[in-house]
């Protein structure tokens, strides 16, 4: 496993990243990323909840639990629980994990790609590395497939396959974390159709590949006081577009290409183990917001109120109903055909789509219970 400093040291390879209209020289002496990598970097530290965050591997060496492949109930369990624990950048593990649910179809239509996969898996829990899931593509007119866009590189793609590997062509939009990871793995946006062969591409390529561009967006200024702004000054991590300009990818990193039927399966996969790391975040500040406006209400003497009642008690059910879900998902699990397990899709579905569609309405109540004091509050240096 890595320490904190070797994983800051690890991003010293040569990437090409862009911020605010400018090259970055080195992303860990950029002030710009400075609070990113402190909190990526905060996940190397196993010291902090050491048994929950280590396991022994099929080796026996002691590993990132982030990496064991649940094959039974009570290691969903504690993954879940992992995940609560871990930074957005180790949680993005879900694009290795959905690889991983979908290697034996993988390895029906081409034992190489399911190979590939197994491959992939051991270099990155060997290595103890972080890992983007890539998957959004720029899309142009949604109106339109990708072969009857006006540019066809608006959805990526293969323009040239080679007896040694594939080169690819395109964008992926919003990439989590991309310029503080270590390996992208690249999947298709959508299901793809008969003609759309080069779209239907999935692989995995390392952060300074040539031709491997990643343009940032951040959204915390360097230097902000965490007592005025604790999330943001502790925790943001910058989205990346990242432009494939020509890169070449060898064979053994390849996982589809070309059969246009399974790039919906992937797809599908991904979605499902995004949005289990969505829910448990989702359950962890639906939790928070109860608190918050429990607390306030008492503060300001409003907690005798009916309207007030109604309101927690709305954000009680809020949190509820997505603890509730998560519950439902590890307890009605699924099991792949080499018996790896992961959480009820439905269930997890489910959940996530609750969340997000009632989310505005929980922080109107926030607000409402608030007043003024949540925008106008004095900020550290004044006290
Ligand atoms: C903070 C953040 C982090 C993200 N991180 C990642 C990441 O790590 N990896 C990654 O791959 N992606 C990431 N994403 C991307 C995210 O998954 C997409 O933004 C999301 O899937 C929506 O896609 P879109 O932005 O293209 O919007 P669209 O799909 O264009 O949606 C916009 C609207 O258009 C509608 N629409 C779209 N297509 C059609 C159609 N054919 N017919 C009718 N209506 C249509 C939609 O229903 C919606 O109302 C991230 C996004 C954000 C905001």
């Given at each position: 496993m890595k320490t904190p400093e070797e994983y800051v040291e690890s991003l010293r390879d040569g990437r090409e990243l862009y911020i605010d209209g400018r090259k970055v020289e080195d992303v860990t002496t950029d002030p710009n990323?400075?609070?990113?990598?402190?909190?990526?970097?905060?996940?190397?530290?196993?010291?902090?909840?050491?048994?929950?965050?280590?396991?022994?591997?099929?080796?026996?060496?002691?590993g990132n639990r982030l990496f064991q492949i649940p094959m039974n109930k009570e290691q969903l369990e504690t993954r879940v629980e992992l995940l609560r624990h871990v930074s957005?950048?180790?949680?993005?593990?879900?694009?290795?994990?959905?690889?991983?649910?979908?290697?034996d179809t993988l390895g029906q239509i081409k034992p190489e790609?399911?190979?590939?996969?197994?491959?992939?898996?051991?270099?990155?829990?060997?290595?103890?590395?972080?890992?983007?899931?890539?998957?959004?593509?720029?899309?142009?007119?949604?109106?339109?497939?990708?072969?009857?866009?006006?540019?066809?590189?608006?959805?990526l793609h293969v323009v040239e396959r080679r007896d040694d590997g594939i080169v690819v062509r395109g964008a992926k939009l919003h990439i989590t974390g991309a310029s503080l990871v270590h390996e992208?793995?690249?999947?298709?946006?959508?299901?793809?159709?008969?003609?759309?062969?080069?779209?239907?591409?999935?692989?995995s390529v390392p952060v300074n590949t040539p031709g491997?561009?990643?343009?940032?967006?951040?959204?915390?200024?360097?230097g902000r006081s965490t007592f005025d702004y604790p999330i943001s000054g502790t925790r943001s991590m910058p989205e990346g577009f990242i432009v494939f300009d020509d890169v070449f990818v060898p064979w053994d990193r390849?996982?589809?290409?070309?059969?246009?039927?399974?790039?919906?399966?992937?797809?599908?996969?991904?979605?499902?183990?995004?949005?289990?790391?969505?829910?448990?975040?989702?359950?962890?500040?639906?939790?928070?917001?109860?608190?918050i406006a429990q607390l306030l209400a008492d503060y300001n003497g409003i907690s005798r109120a009916s309207h007030v009642i109604d309101k927690i008690t709305e954000l009680i059910f809020y949190a509820e109903m997505l603890r509730m879900s998560l519950d439902a998902s590890i307890r009605d699990f699924k099991t792949t055909e080499s018996g790896m397990v992961y959480p009820n899709d439905m269930n997890i579905n489910v959940g996530k789509y609750y969340g997000a569609s009632n989310y505005h309405s929980m922080v109107r109540h926030l607000h409402d219970l608030c007043g003024g004091q949540v925008i106008t509050q004095p900020v550290e240096a004044d006290y």
């Open positions: 990323f400075e609070v990113p990598i402190a909190y990526a970097a905060r996940d190397y530290n196993y010291d902090d909840r050491r048994e929950l965050r280590t396991y022994t591997t099929g080796d026996g060496e002691v957005i950048i180790s949680g993005t593990i879900s694009g290795l994990f959905a690889l991983l649910n979908v290697r790609y399911a190979q590939n996969v197994e491959n992939l898996y051991n270099h990155c829990r060997d290595n103890d590395l972080r890992i983007a899931e890539v998957i959004t593509d720029a899309k142009g007119d949604r109106s339109r497939h990708p072969l009857q866009q006006d540019d066809p590189d608006l959805y992208l793995i690249v999947l298709p946006t959508k299901s793809m159709s008969e003609g759309e062969e080069d779209y239907s591409v999935a692989f491997v561009k990643i343009i940032n967006r951040d959204y915390a200024e360097p390849v996982f589809l290409c070309g059969e246009y039927q399974y790039a919906g399966t992937i797809a599908h996969a991904l979605g499902l183990w995004e949005r289990v790391g969505g829910l448990i975040a989702m359950v962890e500040q639906s939790r928070l917001m109860v608190g």
